[in-house]
């Protein structure tokens, strides 16, 4: 009696770290929605000549949250969630250096998220999905500089 209510604990525990993670990556994957909605407007309207070269780099980082989207929503449905199709609300602005900082707030979000959701793959062992994440954190983190460097930071 009290092996199966032992085995009934353990299973329910693992399962909900495992549906902790699930929610964690649809809110990354929800992220990663409004982060591909502002590039493709912000590379688009973005003017001003001190800005030549970052309006190309936003539409690389689209590309690329087109990317981080797709895999993420590949690691959920691994662990057997569902992933979301919806996503967080984008922001928008009329100004080039505000449309700049907005993504520049939406990257160190997102890779603050990113390592927390690697903390947690690492603690349960899901080591495919670490890997995953850290490429995926990588390219956050160049995308961080690109602005950085286009604001003058
Ligand atoms: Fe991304
Ligand atoms: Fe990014």
Excluded: C
Aim: proline letters at 1%; glycine letters at 8%; charged letters at 35%.
């Amino acid at each position: 009696m009290s092996g199966i209510s032992e085995s009934a604990d353990a299973d329910g525990a693992s399962s909900s770290i495992k549906e902790e993670i699930i929610k964690g990556l649809n809110e990354d994957l929800a992220r990663e929605y409004k982060a591909i909605i502002q590039y493709i407007v912000f590379s688009s309207t973005l003017k001003g000549a001190e800005y030549g070269n970052i309006a190309g780099q936003l539409e690389k980082h689209a590309s690329e949250e087109l990317e981080h989207a797709l895999k993420v929503a590949k690691q959920i449905d691994y662990l057997g969630g569902t992933p979301t199709m919806k996503g967080k609300e984008p922001e928008n602005s009329e100004d080039s250096r505000e449309m700049l900082e907005i993504d520049l707030r939406a990257e160190q979000e997102t890779v603050k998220n990113y390592r927390e959701r690697i903390r947690q793959a690492e603690r349960t062992g899901e080591y495919a999905l670490s890997e995953v994440l850290r490429e995926i954190i990588a390219q956050e983190q160049d995308h961080e500089i690109d602005l950085k460097d286009a604001l003058g930071l």
